[in-house]
């Protein structure tokens, strides 16, 4: 498989690498169209690019795509698991199939799997560098977990197991500082919900802020500020001596030079008009 089928996307989890030397019988070889039925795939490829009917170039086209879908499924489940749903990882490869049978052109490359597999994989990678983050980390941060994920990828297919901090360091030429950053990194891509029933999110909601007690009075305060704009200039300073200063009624009414009765009669129209107020 071609070197030039991996780049440097900042993708969340386990880059899937396609190793230079990956036996035939692996899933993705495996899927595609072999023996006679790759011989005519190929003759379906030769016609499409030499037809010039849209609706002719079209059709052939299409069954071309039929016959690799299952190439690009078994590509899209490389990456399954990682943040996006299974359904639109295969519906990015079936896109990236379509292009690579629209752009494919007899000559410039004789597999068309080797053509198609780096279009689909780099569809499919590019959705991750560029809307799988919900908070985008540095480029560089991102290109070091590419460059680690493809060492790790390559210390389990060789030795079985995942290289340590410091094997990374040497391979990739970063410090195990930035390695560790590197690994953090992949939290950005799909933090823990505060809102979730259980598990770390949880734990981090319950152990952040506490109900704020004027929370509950806040509507309330609305509402009383709407209602005392319906007043007049001095039934609002009625209402402020009563019930914000607590004076009674017949020191309200020697205030402002009204008697007792006055007064009684005033907070009277004054609650009749905010009752008023309130139910319209």
Same mark, same amino acid.
């Given at each position: 498989?071609?070197?030039d089928?991996i780049?440097?996307?900042?993708?969340?989890? &386990?880059?899937?690498v396609?190793p230079?030397?990956?036996?035939?019988?692996?899933?993705?070889?495996?899927a595609?169209?072999?023996?006679?039925?790759?011989?005519?795939? %190929?003759?379906?490829?030769?016609?499409?690019?030499?037809?010039?009917?849209?609706?002719?170039?079209?059709?052939l086209?299409?069954?071309?795509?039929?016959?690799?879908?299952?190439?690009?499924?078994?590509?899209?489940?490389?990456?399954?698991g990682?943040?996006?749903?299974r359904?639109?990882?295969?519906?990015?490869?079936f896109?990236g199939?379509?292009k690579?049978?629209?752009?494919?052109?007899?000559?410039?490359?004789?597999?068309? =799997? &080797?053509?198609?597999v780096?279009?689909?994989v780099?569809?499919?990678k %590019?959705?991750?560098r560029?809307?799988?983050?919900?908070?985008?980390p540095?480029?560089?941060i991102?290109?070091?977990?590419?460059?680690?994920?493809?060492?790790? &990828?390559?210390?389990?297919?060789?030795?079985?197991?995942?290289?340590?901090?410091a094997?990374?360091?040497?391979?990739?030429?970063?410090?195990t500082r930035?390695?560790?950053?590197?690994?953090?990194?992949g939290?950005?891509?799909?933090?823990r919900? =505060?809102?979730?029933?259980?598990?770390l999110?949880?734990?981090?909601?319950?152990g952040?802020?506490?109900d704020?007690?004027?929370?509950?009075h806040?509507e309330?305060k609305?509402?009383?500020?709407?209602?005392?704009?319906t007043?007049?200039?001095?039934?609002?300073?009625?209402?402020?001596?009563?019930?914000?200063?607590g004076?009674?009624?017949?020191?309200?009414?020697?205030?402002i030079?009204?008697?007792?009765?006055?007064?009684?009669?005033?907070?009277?129209t004054?609650?009749?008009?905010l009752?008023?107020?309130?139910?319209?």
């Amino acid at each position: 498989m071609p070197s030039d089928d991996i780049d440097s996307a900042g993708i969340p989890t &386990q880059t899937a690498v396609l190793p230079r030397q990956r036996p035939a019988s692996s899933p993705t070889i495996a899927a595609a169209p072999t023996g006679e039925r790759a011989l005519r795939v %190929r003759d379906l490829l030769e016609r499409t690019a030499s037809c010039r009917e849209p609706a002719e170039q079209q059709r052939l086209r299409r069954q071309v795509v039929t016959e690799y879908l299952p190439v690009a499924r078994s590509l899209a489940g490389r990456y399954s698991g990682r943040g996006v749903e299974r359904c639109d990882l295969e519906q990015l490869a079936f896109l990236g199939l379509v292009k690579a049978v629209r752009r494919w052109q007899p000559g410039l490359s004789e597999d068309f =799997l &080797q053509f198609a597999v780096p279009t689909v994989v780099g569809e499919i990678k %590019r959705y991750f560098r560029d809307h799988s983050w919900l908070v985008r980390p540095p480029r560089r941060i991102q290109e070091l977990r590419a460059a680690i994920n493809e060492a790790e &990828q390559t210390y389990r297919h060789r030795d079985g197991t995942g290289p340590t901090d410091a094997e990374l360091a040497d391979v990739t030429g970063a410090s195990t500082r930035d390695i560790d950053e590197a690994r953090t990194a992949g939290a950005c891509c799909r933090p823990r919900s =505060l809102d979730e029933g259980q598990g770390l999110g949880l734990a981090l909601a319950l152990g952040w802020g506490e109900d704020d007690p004027e929370l509950r009075h806040v509507e309330d305060k609305v509402t009383v500020q709407r209602l005392l704009a319906t007043l007049t200039d001095r039934e609002r300073e009625v209402v402020r001596m009563r019930f914000e200063e607590g004076w009674s009624q017949a020191r309200i009414g020697s205030e402002i030079g009204v008697s007792q009765m006055q007064v009684s009669r005033w907070l009277r129209t004054i609650a009749d008009k905010l009752r008023n107020s309130i139910e319209r």
